[in-house]
Each structure stands twice: as C-alpha cells, then as structure tokens.
C-alpha cells in the first residue's frame, strides 16, 4: 500500500482568494454566565476548562452535512471563533491580541445525549464534541474582533439563541492567555470562545443560521 497523501485542512478568509491552514481547534466551556446555568454549572467559580476538536472537523459555509452518528440529540452552538496567525506559552493577556489573525462565525456542534452519559461517568467529551464535521465556520474577518456585538442562532428561522459578546465571562485575550498556560499555541490554532444561552436540538432536514454582528453569516443544512 503507497503512503497517503493527506492535506491540511482550510478555512475562507473573507475578500481573499487565500486559505487559512487549520493546525488545532480548541474550544472553551461554558463562558457566558445564561449558558452555564441551563447547564447546571455556577458560572460565578468557574475557571475557564478546555477542550478539543480534530483540525479537519471543520465544514465550510453553506455545507449540506449528513446528520452525525450515534445521536439523537444534536446540539448547536453558535461561537466567536478566533484564528492565531502566531502563538506561545504562558503568554500575557495584555500581550494576546498580537497573536490574533482574525475571526469567525463558528458552530460548535455537540452531540449532547453522549455528553450526558460522558458528564455522568466521568469520562472524556472527545466523542460528543470531536466527532466528524463538528465545527462549521464561515469566513474569517482578519483583525481583532470587537468586544462587543449581537451574537445569534436560528433553526429554520425560529430564534434559539441571542446574546452578545460582551457576556463573555472570559475575553478573549483572557482565554488566548489561560489556554497558552495548558499548550503552547501556535500560528493555524482556532479557539472556539464559548456560546450564550439557548443550546438545543437540530433535527434531520433543518438549515442552522448564525450570526455576529460584522461577520460573515454561517448557514448549514443537515440532510434527511
Ligand atoms: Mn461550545
């Protein structure tokens, strides 16, 4: 058998013909306050936890995916994505926005019925979060993104979640600092930042729209 040829998955980058290289897709739990009540946790003693998705589980915008395996309980979560264009350890918050290439609305999909049984047993979220095609995201918008802004999702134009950024429990230089004390980060990692509240279930054959004010929108399809 030849040794196979594998490529580095890509995001769009708006008002560019270029690709943006995905290294490693982290992704931070429970970081606006509403969120982390609907599920059961005190968002007041929190520090920020982390977790991962495969690099090639992105999906780009306006996707048709078949609907995931093994569940029955598909969850969306709309999420300002942030892309490093550079990286490092243990780096200050004051000094995270020069890692910063730019952002993205992202969908952090969870399979949230094996999150449960995960949650209850004490054991690894890999496969409630890291599954295939986990993490649709639209264009990145190089800069740093603002602070503040509508953040909001729709299922087939019905209102599931609005909020907006400047909820965030942690900033996102805040989490660019926290997450480089675990790894070190490096140019091509995305950072999903955590979702408002309203997290719920998709079904087969519905279209999920997100959007953050002064980004691309991010629309998916799941298949019947
Ligand atoms: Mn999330």
């Given at each position: 058998?030849?040794?196979?040829?594998?490529?580095?998955?890509?995001?769009?980058?708006?008002?560019?013909?270029?690709?943006?290289?995905?290294?490693?897709?982290?992704?931070?739990?429970?970081?606006?306050?509403?969120?982390?009540?609907?599920?059961?946790?005190?968002?007041?003693?929190?520090?920020?936890?982390?977790?991962?998705?495969?690099?090639?589980?992105?999906?780009?915008n306006g996707?048709?995916?078949?609907?995931?395996?093994?569940?029955?309980?598909?969850?969306?979560?709309?999420?300002?994505?942030?892309?490093?264009?550079?990286?490092?350890?243990?780096?200050?918050?004051?000094?995270?926005?020069?890692?910063?290439?730019?952002?993205?609305?992202?969908?952090?999909?969870?399979?949230?019925?094996?999150?449960?049984?995960?949650?209850?047993?004490?054991?690894?979220?890999?496969?409630?979060?890291?599954?295939?095609?986990?993490?649709?995201?639209a264009?990145?918008?190089?800069?740093?993104?603002?602070?503040?802004?509508?953040?909001?999702?729709?299922?087939?134009?019905?209102?599931?979640?609005?909020?907006?950024?400047?909820?965030?429990?942690?900033?996102?230089?805040?989490?660019?600092?926290?997450?480089?004390?675990?790894?070190?980060?490096?140019?091509?990692?995305?950072?999903?930042?955590?979702?408002?509240?309203?997290?719920?279930?998709?079904?087969?054959?519905?279209s999920v729209r997100a959007?953050?004010?002064?980004?691309?929108p991010l629309t998916v399809t799941?298949?019947?």
């Open positions: 058998m030849q040794i196979p040829d594998i490529t580095v998955p890509t995001i769009a980058i708006a008002g560019s013909a270029d690709r943006f290289p995905v290294r490693r897709i982290f992704c931070v739990g429970q970081n606006y306050a509403d969120h982390a009540r609907e599920m059961g946790s005190d968002p007041d003693r929190q520090q920020p936890f982390f977790f991962a998705k495969p690099a090639d589980a992105v999906v780009a996707s048709t995916l078949p609907f995931p395996l093994l569940t029955e309980d598909l969850h969306h979560e709309v999420e300002l994505v942030i892309a490093l264009g550079a990286g490092g350890a243990n780096v200050p918050a004051g000094d995270a926005a020069a890692l910063i290439f730019g952002a993205a609305v992202g969908i952090d999909l969870t399979r949230r019925d094996l999150q449960a049984v995960a949650k209850k047993a004490g054991r690894p979220w890999d496969m409630a979060k890291g599954f295939d095609r986990s993490a649709p995201i264009a990145l918008t190089p800069g740093v993104p603002a602070d503040n802004g509508m953040i909001a999702l729709d299922v087939d134009g019905e209102t599931r979640q609005s909020g907006d950024l400047s909820m965030m429990i942690w900033s996102v230089p805040e989490i660019i600092a926290t997450l480089s004390t675990y790894v070190e980060l490096a140019a091509g990692d995305l950072i999903f930042t955590g979702t408002p509240a309203g997290v719920g279930p998709i079904l087969r054959g519905q959007t953050i004010d002064g980004f691309e799941f298949a019947r």
